[in-house]
């Protein structure tokens, strides 16, 4: 992380935690922790196109499945991801 870029904003009912990436640092963040201690951070995934892959794959197909399973998954495509909203394409 590169201290000097990053921020921290809290207000009544939100807080936002700005992070930048050192200049060495390449590539997308696949998910990042938080919480109160060190002992009991809980995980969360950024939305990317893998990340929501791997969470619809487990919700078709929550045991280990079969390769014919597998195969007959949709394809999941991220789109677009704003603020406000995901969008999805799912053939």
Known sequence: LLSPESSVSVSAHNAVVG??????????????????HPSALQERLFVSEENVDGFLGTAF?????????LESQPLIEVLDVTEDR??????
Do not use: H, M, N, Y
Not at 61 to 69: G, K, M
């Open 61 to 69: 197909c929550p045991s280990p499945c079969s390769q014919s399973a």
């Open 86 to 91: 995901i969008q999805i394409r799912v053939e």
């Open 19 to 36: 992070l930048a990436k050192a200049p060495g640092s390449t590539g997308l963040w696949d998910k990042f922790s938080f919480g109160l």
